[in-house]
């Protein structure tokens, strides 16, 4: 019993073997979003994945989200909030509350989690070192611009900052507020903001974590998880997506697009999945890849 045991581990460990090959020097993208990082044993989880990736031989770049977390602090204030088209319609007392939860809470919170295991994380805001540049954008509404206040469109990325990070063996973790060229601050989706981190870091792999399977065929029936979709595909069905999975589709489609070989939107609700999408032969979610 114990052998067979024993058995298993070895086989599961070996299992790993091309993927670890495959990846040895790569940087990951990883979206870690608000409704995946409900849990505290799952953030621990999230956090373990992460360092492992680390000693792995991985360069892993955490981009976080906290929609949830934002929500609930507007709310505790009487500061009324909607969404359009999966995106807050951001007032300029409301930027002052996501930039306030962003990247004073939530970001110290995944720093905080990862550091436990060693000095590794260090935490950023798109603001510093020019990380992200935006400009406002508008929401598309029937084909129809419309306003929702201070939400950044990211139009320049430098990444030197990051790339500093990694080479020096540490985990960047961004929170997705930019600086724009007009003195503006601005609120971009994380998933949007990782894309653009994943294009300009030239990296292998986009993972965006969240609270469902991946992409379901027929949403809200959540019976048919789309395992893998090409761009061309990916585009045609953007318009018949609904809430957020209009900005996390579109982020996977702009990172193949971009040059990002494998985009990926996973349950973060499993434990460890980003180990068992990086390092197993199944793979699990929803995959989007380039079209040749
Ligand atoms: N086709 C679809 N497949 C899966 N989820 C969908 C779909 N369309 C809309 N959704 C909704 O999108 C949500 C994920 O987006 P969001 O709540 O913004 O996640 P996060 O906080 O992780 O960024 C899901 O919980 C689901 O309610
Ligand atoms: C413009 C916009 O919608 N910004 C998001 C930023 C946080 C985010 O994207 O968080 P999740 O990944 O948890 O959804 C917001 O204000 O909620």
Do not use: H, S
């Given at each position: 019993m114990r052998a067979n045991g024993a058995h298993a581990k070895a086989g599961a460990l070996i299992e790993a073997l091309p993927w670890l090959t495959r990846f040895h020097g790569a940087t990951v993208v990883i979206k870690y979003g608000g409704n995946a990082m409900t849990e505290q044993s799952l953030q621990e989880g999230f956090a373990q994945d992460v360092v492992f990736l680390r000693h792995a031989g991985l360069r892993p770049v955490v981009v976080h989200g906290g929609g949830p977390q934002i929500s609930e602090h507007l709310d505790r204030l009487g500061i009324e909030s909607t969404f359009t088209a999966g995106l807050r319609v951001t007032t300029p007392e409301a930027m002052q509350v996501v930039r306030m939860v962003l990247v004073g809470r939530v970001n110290r919170d995944v720093v905080g989690l990862i550091n436990r295991h060693g000095p590794f994380a260090v935490g950023l805001s798109g603001e510093d070192a020019h990380l992200f540049t935006a400009e406002r954008k508008h929401a598309l509404v029937d084909g129809e611009p419309v306003d929702i206040g201070q939400v950044g469109e990211i139009v320049?990325?430098?990444?030197g900052a990051v790339e500093a990070l990694l080479d020096d063996g540490r985990i960047p973790v961004v929170s997705s507020v930019a600086r724009g060229a007009d003195g503006e601050i601005y609120n971009v989706n994380a998933d949007t903001a990782a894309a653009a981190l994943a294009v300009a870091l030239r990296a292998q792999k986009l993972v965006i974590l969240t609270d469902?399977?991946?992409?379901?065929?027929?949403?809200?029936?959540?019976?048919?998880?789309?395992?893998e979709l090409g761009a061309t595909e990916l585009e045609a069905l953007m318009p018949t997506l609904s809430s957020g999975m209009v900005p996390k589709m579109g982020a996977c489609l702009t990172a193949v697009r971009g040059g990002v070989p494998r985009a990926h939107v996973l349950?973060?609700?499993?434990?460890h999945a980003l180990l068992l999408e990086i390092f197993?032969?199944?793979?699990i979610g929803t995959m989007v890849m380039p079209d040749e």
């Open positions: 320049k990325v430098e990444p469902v399977e991946g992409l379901y065929a027929n949403w809200p029936d959540d019976t048919d998880v789309i395992d349950d973060g609700r499993v434990p197993t032969d199944e793979g």
